[in-house]
């Protein structure tokens, strides 16, 4: 099973700051099938990007994605009020699995 | 738009089987491009993916869970179940069902979650 690791745990920013998550696999992992949630309290998760590095319909250009192999970042480039949430990957391998998540908080 | 829903009891005793149903409207089970997952959240903690179905009966399982668990699927009546079988407290979470990408495997559309207690 495919293992992934995300960094930082927490992170706090202000709004209009940048923010770089990282996501870590314990194996390569095809960059098709390496996705980003967003969940906030009380709500399912929201995807984000998929393959990598495409945004799901209706997010905005301010989030991005990259990476290939076994590390992977979600950028999102000048938070939003809106964009303070819990963060997870995904991959899909013969089974999927999700990363811890990072908590992105108001300073 | 697709719309998945939720629906099941939201108590289990100790060693009995959990059973849940996830309708679909909006769209199709049936739709080739689709799989069909159960994903859990327990209290305060990250995401568990459980399994998923095809519309052909085909299911993948998490290894850890796969003992325990059944996914089916009811064309006719637009929906799919999970059954989980000698439930404990740790089975306590959120259970979401999600619409899954059969080619770049992402979960595009959620069910808003049910809440399931394990308890006596």
């Known amino acids: 099973e495919i293992v992934l690791t995300q960094s930082p745990g927490t992170l706090s920013l202000s709004p209009g700051e940048r923010a770089t998550l990282s996501c870590r696999a314990s194996?390569?992992?095809?960059?098709?099938?390496l996705a980003w949630y967003q969940q906030k309290p009380g709500q399912a998760p929201r995807l984000v990007i998929y393959g990598a590095s495409s945004r799901a319909t209706g997010i905005p250009d301010r989030f991005s994605g990259s990476g290939s192999g076994t590390d992977f970042t979600l950028t999102i480039s000048r938070l939003e009020p809106e964009d303070f949430a819990v963060y997870y990957c995904q991959q899909y391998g013969s089974s999927f699995t999700f990363g811890p998540g990072t908590k992105v908080e108001i300073k | 738009q697709v719309q998945l829903q939720e629906s099941g009891p939201g108590l289990v005793k100790p060693s009995e089987t959990l059973s849940l149903t996830c309708s679909v409207s909006g769209g199709s089970v049936i739709s080739g491009s689709y799989h069909w997952s159960w994903i859990r959240q327990p209290p305060g903690e990250g995401l568990e993916w459980i399994g998923y179905i095809y519309h052909s009966g085909s299911a993948n399982y998490n290894p850890s869970l796969k003992s325990r668990v059944s996914i089916s699927v009811d064309t006719s009546k637009n929906q799919f179940s999970l059954k989980l079988r000698s439930v404990t407290a740790a089975d306590t979470a959120v259970y979401y069902c999600a619409r899954t990408y059969f080619y770049f495997h992402y979960m595009d559309v959620w069910g808003k979650g049910t809440t399931v207690t394990v308890s006596s």
């Open positions: 194996q390569s992992v095809s960059s098709s099938s």
